[in-house]
């Protein structure tokens, strides 16, 4: 679904990534893991359009989008739930999820919004409201359902459990498996890497730019030391 092959990114004369290449099947869940400055979330806004790739290619479904335009990509099908989740918060639910489906304009999106609604009933009981009022878990569920909006193949997570309670981070990821099994391949970032071992079916584990770990979650279950070794726990 996704194939990321010898990326490099750089910001000036430094260089964020350093070949990274990753694959990430249809149907599946599939973590980035790795410490702060690990290039995580560089990988992120790479493969949707907003930091410009130095080298490598991007492909979505076997078609290249490297270079493509964020708006381009969005409408080529992935999504992309920013770190700090960046919702709108003088708009209401509903205006932010509506913002969502901005790529679709002429489509029927009702049919989504009452899924995701569904989906979502936290958010679903404050409709009306303004997105500031909202908690950080429920402000993480709109930004996920203002994704889901653009009705996208795979969809982009970056640290999800930033600033959540450990009970909220459960349900934020629990609701983000409910994704995956609806049939939206999820890409996901995150720090907290025994959470996200529970839910993922395959890992990378980054370091200093460049994946110096992959595998399947039984692999990382069975190799918790050489996993705290990487992640400097």
Do not use: C, W
Request: proline share 3%; no cysteine; hydrophobic share 45%.
């Amino acid at each position: 679904m996704l194939e990321v092959t010898d990326l490099s990114v750089r910001y000036g004369s430094v260089e964020a990534l350093h070949g990274v290449s990753i694959k990430v099947e249809a149907g599946q869940l599939v973590a980035i893991l790795g410490a702060n400055g690990s290039g995580k979330s560089t990988l992120l806004r790479a493969i949707s359009g907003i930091a410009r790739t130095a080298s490598g290619t991007i492909a979505l479904g076997g078609t290249a989008i490297t270079g493509l335009r964020p708006e381009e990509i969005v409408r080529r099908g992935i999504a992309h739930v920013p770190e700090g989740r960046g919702i709108l918060p003088d708009f209401t639910v509903r205006e932010n999820l509506m913002i969502g489906a901005y790529v679709r304009r002429g489509q029927d999106v009702a049919p989504d919004y009452r899924r995701i609604m569904a989906m979502f009933p936290a958010i679903e009981r404050r409709e009306g409201k303004l997105g500031y009022t909202l908690s950080g878990g429920e402000q993480q569920m709109l930004a996920i359902g203002r994704a889901l909006m653009a009705a996208p193949q795979v969809l982009l997570a970056d640290e999800l459990s930033l600033g959540l309670a450990p009970i909220v981070v459960r349900q934020v990821f629990a609701k983000l498996d409910e994704v995956r099994k609806a049939g939206v391949t999820v890409l996901v970032v995150e720090q907290n890497a025994r959470l996200a071992m529970k839910f993922a079916d395959y890992l990378y584990v980054l370091k200093y730019g460049r994946v110096v770990m992959e595998g399947a979650r039984e692999m990382f279950e069975q190799s918790t030391s050489l996993v705290d070794a990487y992640l400097g726990a």
